[in-house]
């Protein structure tokens, strides 16, 4: 079965410094792997997304993440968060099996602080 | 450009009342749609989803039901709403399969069971 674990429910960063939100998964075929953002009392917006092409992702924002297939891992990064990036994270693992279903995690809150 | 509509934003409503929450995209056709619930620190479940007018799956057994009578619009309903009702419901869209094509997220309704 697939699942998705985001590995810290908050995480608190100076204005300025790097951000890692770490999310870790599980999947029986090659996944498909997204991150979503999702600013106060709105919708998710895509950031990034991994289909099984370079294993190094460019998304909106200066936002990046890495998929390490050995350690399972899809950790996203920014050098240096600006006070616009405080919002809620998600990241989100397709079954591969051509579902409509996508896999959320339980989400991290990022906290930028001035 | 195509927008996504969902109304109410906030609703707050007796347990044992009816629900009806509504969703209509603009600027595409035959868009697959989909209902959404986030519960208070969790991630994103996947109510209902859709591919054509009249075709409605359904991914959890619920108190809840789903209907599209037209190409762009996506209804949510209850009869009798529980407690366990209450939640953020997002509605979105997508061209093709989630996995391959990005979702597009309404503002989401916040739905209180009291």
């Known amino acids: 079965a697939q699942s998705v674990t985001q590995l810290d429910s908050h995480v608190s960063v100076s204005e300025g410094t790097p951000v890692l939100l770490r999310c870790n998964y599980s999947s029986s075929y090659s996944p498909s792997l997204f991150w979503y953002v999702q600013h106060p009392n709105k919708g998710l917006q895509l950031l990034l997304k991994y289909t099984s092409a370079a294993t190094l992702v460019k998304g909106i924002n200066g936002f990046e993440a890495e998929f390490k297939k050995s350690e399972t891992s899809f950790h996203l990064t920014k050098p240096s968060a600006h006070m616009s990036d405080a919002a809620e994270y998600f990241c989100?693992?397709?079954?591969?099996?051509?579902?409509?279903?996508?896999?959320f995690g339980s989400g991290t809150r990022l906290l930028v602080r001035p | 450009s195509q927008t996504i509509h969902q109304w109410p934003a906030t609703l707050v409503q007796p347990v044992g009342s009816p629900l009806s929450l509504e969703c209509t995209v603009e600027g595409t056709s035959n868009p697959n749609l989909y209902w959404y619930r986030q519960a208070a620190g969790r991630g994103l479940q996947l109510l209902f989803y859709s591919v054509g007018i009249g075709q409605i799956s359904s991914e959890v057994p619920q108190n809840l039901s789903a209907s599209r009578p037209q190409d762009r619009q996506f209804i949510l309903s209850s009869k009798k709403l529980l407690l366990s009702d209450s939640g953020f419901y997002l509605c979105?869209?997508?061209?093709?399969?989630?996995?391959?094509?990005?979702?597009?997220f309404g503002s989401g309704t916040q739905l209180s069971v009291l």
């Open positions: 979105a869209w997508s061209e093709g399969r989630p996995t391959n094509e990005k979702l597009f």
């Open positions: 989100v693992v397709s079954p591969g099996d051509s579902s409509y279903k996508l896999i």
